[in-house]
């Protein structure tokens, strides 16, 4: 199976940084990986999709790039509602694996 | 507006079993691939099955495969998870989860339904 390992697995970082976490895939997925946010004690919700597009409602300032085996997401601009734990996750195939997250924390 | 709602968690002791519904509405559920998802207290996000719109197939991870079987009801816009032979490991906040499409995560998520296993 595809092993998803994210890095690094905290984060802190002052508001208005510009903040990138990654995702490396043990093997090729194209570009089938999504990414979630995660805030405390809530459900997590869908940021990017398809590793570059930007799920609908999602702000501006979240990026995502990447192909094959390595992706990233970026903030542009860290803002103090950001503070959540990101997941990506592989979608190209089962299991649909996640990482196995990033908690970000405002400096 | 689309809903998801988990029930059927609750207290089991190991080995025993349970069954988890998922009631969808607000979209066309037949037309969606549907996941359980599970989050250990403390811990990261772990898929536990999928089952695709039909239910006509679906998809487990080693950890949970002869154990846990997902399927469906579209009539009742319903799916349901039967776990088995349950772990003190498979303790967890359990989620369904709508899949947009196979270029697509999950788009959207219930509030879980919690799952505890201990004598």
């Known amino acids: 199976d595809i092993q998803m390992t994210q890095s690094p697995s905290s984060l802190s970082a002052s508001v208005g940084d510009r903040v990138t976490i990654t995702c490396r895939a043990s093997q090729g997925i194209r570009d089938r990986l999504a990414w979630y946010q995660q805030k405390p004690g809530k459900v997590p919700n869908l940021l990017i999709y398809?590793?570059?597009t930007l799920q609908s409602g999602v702000p501006s300032r979240f990026s995502g790039s990447g192909t094959g085996t390595d992706f990233t997401l970026t903030i542009s601009s860290l803002q103090a509602d950001d503070v959540a734990t990101y997941y990506c996750?592989?979608?190209?195939?089962?299991?649909?694996?996640f990482g196995g997250g990033t908690k970000l924390e405002i400096k | 507006e689309v809903q998801l709602l988990e029930s059927g968690g609750g207290l089991i002791q190991p080995g025993g079993s349970l069954r988890l519904s998922c009631i969808a509405s607000?979209?066309?559920?037949?037309?969606?691939?549907m996941s359980w998802v599970r989050q250990a207290p403390g811990k990261g996000l772990d898929w536990v099955s999928a089952?695709?719109?039909?239910?006509?197939?679906?998809y487990y991870p080693d950890s949970v495969k002869g154990r846990f079987t997902i399927s469906r009801d579209n009539s009742k816009n319903t799916m349901y998870l039967q776990m088995n032979f349950l772990r003190a490991e498979d303790t967890a906040l359990y989620y369904c989860?709508?899949?947009?499409?196979?270029?697509?995560?999950?788009?959207?998520w219930g509030q879980g339904t919690h799952v505890t296993v201990s004598s």
């Open positions: 989860a709508r899949k947009y499409s196979a270029t697509s995560g999950f788009d959207y």
């Open positions: 089952v695709s719109g039909d239910g006509r197939t679906t």
């Open positions: 607000g979209f066309s559920f037949s037309n969606y691939g």
């Open positions: 398809g590793a570059s």
């Open positions: 996750q592989k979608y190209d195939g089962a299991p649909l694996t």
